[in-house]
């Protein structure tokens, strides 16, 4: 029988967001196609380092637990450029680092992000922006890993995620109000005029209901053992404030999905949540933000919507009281 992939939070990983690459790319960029070959066959046993999203993945990873032993919860796939030859000393680093992932896609040379849909992934992570770019056009949910020296303790396994939510979680419709002629003022009206409608979904929205399906079976469990501690926790940090917070939340309970924390901060920098929140991941439409919030959490850029439409540093945004870069 066919292993199916409906049901479990499917994450597609590239090696240059699990693994630390600086060293093998920069051969590669410098040197070519066959001295990086050589390198990494001369290297093969050598572990690779972790990278940014190394502790979201170990992580996510951990919580196959609740789940029947062969039948995970989580099943992360590693999508990438490398050739099957080279790619032996990625599976080989996955292994040593006692990471459960034993699929993979090596496609010499050729971006892999079109097998997204294939394996049902709700998210796909990766350090090259070309390839994020392209696959979010496509509909696909993707996003860039920032670079960041962070490091985390060890805490018991929780899994911290948050989110931004226009452009994220939510597509771009009220992002585009705001930019049109009645600023502010008029995403405000907007929002509260429409204060009943849900948001259409954005790129990660599947990402939130299958993390959301985790949480509710930790409930089961929490009810059958009731020592057991969730380990899960979902936060919406974003920009909107009242009276435009009513609607994010209504738009959630629409989707059936409740989340631990939102902050609702009105153009407050992120940063400051972050620094205090910790989580293990953050998402956001705005590469230009998350450069205050990469030395608190592994930082995450998704190019989609109008936001990602001008080039870098002319969108004004509904962060409209944070620095924009």
């Known amino acids: 029988m066919a292993y199916v992939l409906t049901n479990r939070l499917v994450v597609g990983v590239a ?24 390198y990494q066959d001369a290297n093969i046993d050598t572990q690779l380092l972790p990278g940014v999203a190394f502790p979201f993945i170990q992580r996510l990873l951990g919580l196959n637990d609740l789940s029947p032993i ?17 790619g032996l000393r990625v599976m080989r680093s996955i292994e040593s680092h006692g990471l459960s992932i034993t699929r993979a896609v ?26 994020v770019r392209k696959a979010v056009e496509l509909g696909f949910p993707a996003g860039r890993v ?37 600023g502010l003022k008029g995403f405000q009206d907007h929002e509260v005029f429409n204060l009943d409608r849900s948001l259409s979904a954005g790129p990660l929205r ?13 409930k089961i469990k929490k009810l059958e053992q009731p020592q057991y501690q969730p380990r899960v926790r979902i936060s919406i940090v974003t920009a909107r404030n009242a009276p435009a917070h009513e609607r994010a939340v209504r738009t959630l309970s629409a989707w059936g999905i409740t989340v631990n924390d939102a902050f609702f901060l009105g153009g407050i920098s992120k940063g400051s ?11 956001d439409d705005q590469e230009g933000h998350l450069s205050a919030t990469a030395e608190f959490a592994a930082s995450v850029h998704v190019p989609y919507g109008i936001a990602n439409e001008s080039p870098q540093g002319t969108v004004i945004s509904l962060d409209i009281l944070e620095t924009v870069s």
């Open 146 to 182: 920032m670079p960041s020296d962070l490091s985390y303790a060890e805490d018991g396994g929780e899994v911290r995620v948050a989110f931004d939510f226009d452009g994220v979680l939510a597509d771009d419709e009220s992002e585009r109000i705001f930019q049109g002629p009645g």
């Open 106 to 131: 090596f496609t010499q040379g050729k971006s892999p992000y079109e097998y997204i849909g294939a394996f049902e992934m709700s998210l796909f992570l990766s350090a090259d922006e070309r390839d």
């Open 273 to 283: 949540v972050l620094k205090v929140l910790r989580p293990h991941i953050f998402f």
């Open 70 to 86: 062969g039948d995970p919860l989580v099943e992360v796939i590693v999508l990438s450029k490398n050739d099957p030859t080279t």
């Open 206 to 218: 599947e990402l939130l209901k299958d993390l959301h399906m985790i949480q509710n079976l930790e």
């Open 15 to 38: 090696s240059s967001a699990l693994f630390d690459l600086s060293e093998s790319d920069a051969i590669f960029r410098a040197e070519g196609e066959e001295p990086y070959r050589t």
